[in-house]
């Protein structure tokens, strides 16, 4: 053992000039050295030649065969402190915690004193000369007297690579500069072409330097050395090669952005992209950047100034060629893998809880939608556009990533140039083009998104098959819902290009025999689907008001264009081209009231003659009241009474649309008048008033949503297939909120009654309507429908026959397994009012007697609900009621031979088909 105390002694009697950084060399320097080697000779008895060969035999270093001349200060200076550093570092166990072997506070200062002082002098002043070029290294003299022997830079290397291992060491950054200079001197050795065993040590102290210190710090050594004025291209080389391994390390991206964190973000991001982005990097190394900045980016989603610098680069690295965007849309893919392409499909599995949703649907907001210059191209979100509708409609809507999804489809949508790319994308979208080259990224059939009834939580889970192709129907509520009324205008028109295209398609002069119903299936899809599921979106954005001021204000050019060619096409079915003229006739009312200049315009004139020959061929009254108006407007011959008429109208419309209860019913009363008197403004105007129903049945007041009632009643009069199946179709919304749905239920019921038995027209869409409520998870909403199916198969009596199967279907279920009191309630009264609407009970003797039984145990089960029991009850009696009809009826031969049947009934029943008066 050494005495440590005297080397601390040592230590503190020595001057040391260069351990403060920035300190600068004077005229003094070589005096204040020489007198710090008289005191270490004093302390250390050994000589500088015996010291030296201690140090190669310690370090591992081989000497040169050229001695080193002790005589020379710089040398003798760095052999010494060399020896003095290395003795305490072998003898001193610094990573201990024992009593004896803690060391002071002073004397720990004492040791990083000498550290520092050393790399000045065996590090700092041994760099290759190009990099005193650089104003970091303007400490040291440029004549070259502080210059050393070539040996001693090994043995510096090798002594600080073991000195940095002491943590206590690198206490408030005190070895930063120590470790810049030796990260500088190796890289500097590795110029000179040093043997294999001196490139193996080199390599260990590069090693050492980038797994044991801060990654931020070696990169930020690097490109401060890159940043020398005029290197030499071997330095250069070096220095890059350097930049590249280390960034293609692990969490080398990470540590880049660590180290060049600066106040300003966007500066910050543009000169890492720069750095990271650069087309002489090989290909693999571009495509491990671009896996490891994405995994990054997971990692940082809140982190947005560090998520600038990640999306920018990976956008820089996805323009370089098409290798990268081609591993960048792989990877993107598999972070949706899950929901596409689920590795297991038991029933029932959870595949994703909603924080590994929403983390998704965060990363990608960021990477997409972070600004508008550092986000990757919206293009890649094309393959998606499924799946994120998907998403959109089965979330519920108080889920705030509905907002972020929205934004996802919003910023794809609105990047797509309007002549070409958004008519292509949408027709693909609404015709589920999978024959595209680039494929869809849509949910799996097999998954669904599950909302927890006792909570807000989300699941998205493996269920039965449920192949649903009308995700696009969400389209029109996303685009009304935002705020961005520019897209909303753009996607409309192009929706409306589209149809236009559609109805002007040529059809094929001769069709294929079909011969299966998966062929008649196919032919559907391509003949209709496109064309139903555009006008059902078109339908819907008509409606939207600021949509039309848009239109008039920036868009009535291109709109008017698509008018004329939508007047001058001949399709059939005639309805479908009425549909369409009328309510984009209605739009264009609405534009060419607010506008006195589009009145005016070149247009108008070629306009107002396709008006003329329409009024003249068509024969629906509807269209023909839309095309006064707008004739009149054309013709400057707008007369007084109609325009007050008008004004009326667009009076009552204010009021409906007016917040306060009271001020909006009196605006539906307004109409109701004025529908009741068959005004033709106003009957001209049916399909606004649908839309301005609609949207006021939402209204929370139940004076309001009653009187509203009323005003469905009173247009089922003008538009009865238009108002029952717009209606149906709100009533099967899922999206919508449950008390909603049960007002539209209502509605339709009113209406229903309104047209009376003559409704049997509509008996498909009312039936499929409330049949398909009756299946519904939700209790008062199933319970609703059953209730409204009675009233239903009380107004239709015998013309439900051909639902009869499925109705005793969903009553056995629901009777037998449900649990909700009111909808086994509503179950029994359906039944009793399907027994009181049969005409002959001999087309039903099969189902009569399993029906009379249930009825039977119902009414005479004591324990069970009162209502069930009177259900029943009312049953019996409509069942006896026609089975004494009947009896009536019959011939007297039958009426024999139907009383001998009725005595026996407690004998054992004859094989073969049982008759309908055995009810017992």
Known sequence: MINIPKYFALLDELNFEHAAPGKGQDSEALTRLQGNLIILAKYVQLDVSQQLQELYKDLNVQAESVPIDVENCINCYIIRLLHVLHTLSRNINFDSDAKEDLISVAHLRLCMRATQELGYYALRAQLHENFYKSPVFKDVPSNGQLNCDPSLIWLSVQLFTRLLGIRQLHIANAMELVQRDLLAVVISLRVRQPTSAQLAQLDAALAYLWHNESKADYFRHVLLLKATPQLCPGLAKELHQQLLSKLGAAHGFASLLAALQTPNATRNAEIVAKIVAQRGYSPRLQQRLIGQILDFCRLQVAQQHSLLAGVLSLRRLCELNAANRECLERLLGQHWQPLTAPADLLNGLIVWDQAQLCDCLRLWQQLFCLSSVACLPSVLLVPYMPLLLQLYKQLPPTLPERKTLAALISRCLDNRELKQELPALLQRLFSWDISHPSPWQALHPRLIVKHATDSDLITVQVAQEQKEHNYCRALPALLMAGSDQALTTKVFLALLGLMVQQLAASEPTSIELLSTETELAQFLQLKYQLKLELLVVLEQLVWHEPLKAQLAATQSKPFMELVLLLLDIKVQPAQLAEQMQLLILLLLQELLERSEQLQLADGARRLQ?????????????????????????????????????????????????????????????????????????????????IALALRTLKHRESYTFLNCVRLFVALVHIMESQVLEMLSDEYLSETADLDYRLVVGEAILKAAQEVGPLCYRYKAVLFNCFLHGARSDLDEFRSSAYANLAQLCRLLANHVHSFFQELLHL??????????????????????????????????????????????????????????RQHAANGLKILNEKCRELLKTASPANQLHREIQVLGIKEPSASGKRHILELN
Request: charged share 25%.
């Open 609 to 689: 003659q396709s008006l003329e020959q329409l009024a003249k061929h068509t024969e629906n009254p509807l269209l023909k009241n839309a095309l006064q108006p707008l004739l009149e407007l054309l013709g400057g011959e707008r007369q007084p009474s109609r325009a007050s008429t008008l004004t009326s109208f667009q009076r009552a419309r204010e009021l409906i649309e007016d917040q306060q209860p009271h001020l909006q019913v009196y605006g539906i009363q307004l109409m109701l008048d004025a529908l009741r008197r068959k005004d033709p403004a106003f009957i001209s105007q049916s399909h606004r008033i």
């Open 811 to 868: 009553i056995n279920a629901e009777l037998s397994s449900g649990r909700y009191l009111p909808a086994k309630r509503g179950a029994l009264l359906v039944l009793a009012e399907l027994l009181a609407g049969m005409d002959s009970l001999l087309d039903y003797q099969d189902m009569l007697l399993p029906i009379y039984r249930l009825l039977r145990a119902i009414e005479a089960n004591e324990s069970c609900d009162p209502q069930m």
